[in-house]
T-cell receptor, first 113, second 116 residues
Framework: DQQVKQNSPSLSVQEGRISILNCDYT??????FLWYKKYPAEGPTFLIS?????DKNEDGRFTVFLNKSAKHLSLHIVPSQPGDSAVYFC????????????FGSGTQLTVLP | NAGVTQTPKFRVLKTGQSMTLLCAQD?????MYWYRQDPGMGLRLIHY???????AKGEVPDGYNVSRLKKQNFLLGLESAAPSQTSVYFC???????????????FGEGSWLTVV
């Protein structure tokens, strides 16, 4: 049973427009969420995070929104650039002692020039 | 600054063969992890370690064994490879994850394993 779900396997956006990547979770105990970005033939790299005590966190062109009542978070990229084309994973630390990350299945973002 | 290094990067195995993937990190991280990535499945945790000499099972541990004899190394073993273990394997490391936030985990570049 996937506790972190990304229901859109792919998304195409025109350069300069907004990209919105979505993530849903089932475990109401999750208290922290992260987004990772992955280019082909490379390992994932950390992008941005948000604590459950906030509903928004912004870092440059990247903003993450959290809606706890809906158990939903989204990553907004504005404006989108061709270099943003990658797979984006949302993740949450588990409630076990090690708080190991549980990842969603990922969304492939393609930004068209 | 090497970060997390995995060897080998590519390997083809025959069904039933055994092999070991080596992960080394130079960031003095206490926690280390092995994930596998499969199409449509995202990153799934195989095993992890919260310190030298300790290991624990993740989400998909069957068919794999691990060892953490030194703080900087985390080995993933396949005793008898099966085609279902064809995947991309990622090692990662981090400082301890503390409530209520967490520390960034750093990934290696991946190891592509094909079992025929």
């Amino acid at each position: 049973d996937q506790q972190v779900k990304q229901n859109s396997p792919s998304l195409s956006v025109q350069e300069g427009r907004i990209s919105i990547l979505n993530c849903d979770y089932t475990n109401s105990m999750f208290d922290y969420f992260l987004w990772y970005k992955k280019y082909p033939a490379e390992g994932p790299t950390f992008l941005i995070s948000i604590s459950s005590i906030k509903d928004k966190n912004e870092d440059g062109r990247f903003t993450v929104f959290l809606n706890k009542s809906a158990k939903h978070l989204s990553l907004h990229i504005v404006p989108s650039q061709p270099g943003d084309s990658a797979v984006y994973f949302c993740a949450a630390p588990g409630t076990g002692s090690a708080r190991q990350l549980t990842f969603g299945s990922g969304t492939q973002l393609t930004v068209l020039p | 600054n090497a970060g997390v290094t995995q060897t080998p990067k590519f390997r083809v195995l025959k069904t039933g063969q055994s092999m070991t993937l080596l992960c080394a990190q130079d960031m003095n991280h206490e926690y280390m992890y092995w994930y596998r990535q499969d199409p449509g499945m995202g990153l799934r945790l195989i095993h992890y370690s919260v310190g030298e000499g300790t290991t624990a099972k993740g989400e998909v541990p069957d068919g794999y064994n691990v060892s953490r004899l030194k703080k900087q190394n985390f080995l993933l073993g396949l005793e008898s490879a099966a085609p279902s273990q064809t995947s991309v394997y990622f090692c990662a490391s981090s400082y301890p994850q503390r409530y209520p936030t967490g520390n960034t985990i750093y990934f290696g570049e991946g190891s592509w394993l094909t079992v025929v």
